[in-house]
């Protein structure tokens, strides 16, 4: 262990003189007052959260992904794993004054020697690169404050299986590229796509996810067979994003990327078919986002930041499934009724008041979840959604389950958890085809609901062969 150490401290020395930052243990003799005085939070808790938060908390997320791949590189390795809670002081322009650090409650606290080290490290990390914050983020001091897990990387077992290349050193190695169907890449620390990746003209799928990307070339999806395509979680940006015009491309996930509109390119892929941008911060969205994607049946806009949907989601015609978990809505637009063939919407965890009635144009929706939002009714139109088999409602403001639910002949699945239903909703008595029912965490059920006045008709349901949960 003594040498191990030695050899660390060794590439520490190696490491050039740079301005020092004070690393400090959290304790009560902190001066938090002043400190919050002159550091102002930049993401807002909760439903105070503003789509800058999204930046922010990839900026972060980065930030500290590149510290471990620092660890890496200096030959930091723990015995064992550690995590601690960080808050970290910085001036407007990223670089860092402050940063105050405790071990997480009943979690493993490393010897003495190893946090010597470990401290060491984290200071002239953070004395050499500062967060890359942008002037129209920020423009005064903020802290910040994250988890941060530290341990030892587990060797990456290269994937193997006939037609399969998982290595950098195997890929150069081989002798039959054209044998090669699948290439493995992801997770292997890589900062630019590797040349090599080229040799390999039958390859259908490719995943590049969990590295460093910066810039995607065009050159890459001038693979003749080029199907499926992985980018999730690297550093691509805006303007760095090139595809060539191609015809074999169906799938393409550039999920926790730092994209702010969906990339022009994108509409080379003439026969694309299903688009994953979630996690992105997509807030400049236009009217021509998805011009040109006729063949997409799947876009995935999870986490997405989006303040609103643009009209422009009309085009994509042959939409079938469509997330928009996690973002800021607070209204549809109407061009949302030309998807016609529609059978999966997500419209969970916004901020909606109420669905359009054009929604019920939607005749082959069979899914539809919009619980975690601020509804207390649905349109009457809603009737009309002959085809919609699961309903998910919970975590709404409903005093009343609307009445147009017994007009939907084809639901089977209803949740209704977490409202603040006040009667019981006779309502369900007269949706024939319903096979479950979840009624939990309103003021009308609890332990107590079969001791109560409505234990019949919530016998008449199950006699209908209803589950009903609450």
Do not use: C
């Given at each position: 262990m003594k040498k191990h150490l030695f050899s660390v401290w060794f590439g520490l020395i190696m490491i050039p003189s740079l301005a020092q930052v004070k690393v400090s243990p959290a304790t009560d003799s902190v001066d938090y007052k002043t400190l919050y005085r002159a550091y102002a939070p930049v993401v807002g808790?909760?439903?105070?959260?503003?789509?800058?938060?999204?930046?922010?908390?990839?900026?972060?997320?980065?930030?500290?992904?590149?510290?471990?791949?620092?660890?890496?590189?200096?030959?930091?390795?723990?015995?064992?794993?550690?995590?601690?809670?960080?808050?970290?002081?910085?001036?407007?322009?990223?670089?860092?004054?402050?940063?105050?650090y405790q071990y997480m409650v009943n979690g493993q606290r490393p010897p003495a020697s190893t946090e010597t080290v470990f401290i060491s490290l984290l200071s002239a990390y953070l004395a050499e690169y500062p967060l890359p914050v942008r002037s129209s983020l920020i423009w005064t001091p903020f802290r910040i404050g994250s988890n941060l897990y530290v341990s030892t990387p587990e060797p990456r077992?290269?994937?193997?299986?006939?037609?399969?290349?998982?290595?950098?050193?195997?890929?150069?190695?081989t002798t039959r590229p054209d044998t090669v169907k699948i290439i493995q890449f992801g997770g292997l620390d890589l900062d630019q796509v590797p040349p090599v990746i080229y040799r390999f003209t039958n390859a259908e799928e490719i995943n590049l996810g969990t590295n460093?990307?910066?810039?995607?070339?065009?050159?890459?999806?001038?693979?003749?067979?080029?199907?499926?395509?992985?980018?999730?979680?690297?550093?691509?940006?805006d303007d760095s994003v090139f595809f060539s015009r191609n015809k074999s491309v169906r799938s393409i996930n550039m999920q926790k990327n730092s994209?702010?509109?969906?990339?022009?390119?994108?509409?080379?892929?003439?026969?694309?078919?299903?688009?994953?941008?979630?996690?992105?911060?997509?807030?400049?969205l236009g009217n021509n986002?998805?011009?040109?994607?006729?063949?997409?049946?799947?876009?995935?806009?999870?986490?997405?930041?989006?303040?609103?949907?643009?009209?422009?989601?009309?085009?994509?015609?042959?939409?079938?499934?469509?997330?928009?978990?996690y973002n800021h809505l607070t209204a549809l637009p109407k061009q949302l009724n030309r998807l016609k063939r529609l059978d999966q919407l997500a419209l969970a965890y916004n901020d909606l008041r109420e669905l359009p009635a054009s929604m019920s144009k939607l005749r082959r929706l069979r899914t539809l979840f919009v619980h975690?939002?601020?509804?207390?009714?649905?349109?009457?139109?809603?009737?009309?959604?002959?085809?919609?088999?699961?309903?998910?409602?919970g975590y709404n403001e409903l005093t009343v389950v609307p009445p147009v639910l017994s007009s939907l002949p084809a639901l089977e699945e209803l949740d209704l958890n977490n409202n603040n239903l006040q009667e019981f909703p006779t309502v369900l008595l007269s949706?024939?085809?319903?096979?479950?029912?979840?009624?939990?965490?309103?003021?009308?059920?609890?332990?107590?609901?079969?001791?109560?006045?409505?234990a019949p008709m919530i016998k008449q349901l199950e006699a209908n062969k209803t589950q009903v949960t609450y």
């Open positions: 808790p909760g439903e105070n959260a503003v789509a800058r938060d999204v930046v922010f908390q990839k900026l972060t997320a980065d930030y500290w992904n590149d510290f471990r791949r620092f660890l890496k590189q200096n030959n930091f390795r723990p015995a064992t794993p550690f995590m601690l809670n960080v808050q970290g002081f910085f001036r407007a322009d990223g670089h860092a004054d402050l940063l105050l077992k290269a994937p193997r299986g006939a037609g399969i290349i998982g290595d950098l050193a195997e890929a150069s190695r460093y990307l910066t810039a995607l070339p065009a050159k890459l999806t001038a693979l003749p067979r080029l199907q499926r395509l992985n980018l999730m979680s690297n550093r691509l940006v994209l702010t509109r969906v990339p022009k390119t994108v509409r080379q892929n003439r026969r694309l078919e299903s688009l994953w941008l979630g996690n992105n911060n997509l807030t400049q986002s998805f011009r040109g994607l006729r063949r997409l049946t799947d876009l995935n806009l999870y986490g997405a930041g989006l303040p609103r949907l643009p009209k422009s989601i009309g085009q994509v015609k042959r939409l079938k499934v469509l997330d928009l978990y975690h939002n601020k509804l207390d009714n649905l349109p009457q139109q809603f009737g009309k959604l002959a085809n919609l088999h699961v309903l998910d409602l949706i024939r085809r319903l096979k479950r029912v979840y009624l939990g965490s309103n003021p009308l059920f609890g332990r107590e609901a079969m001791s109560s006045p409505y």
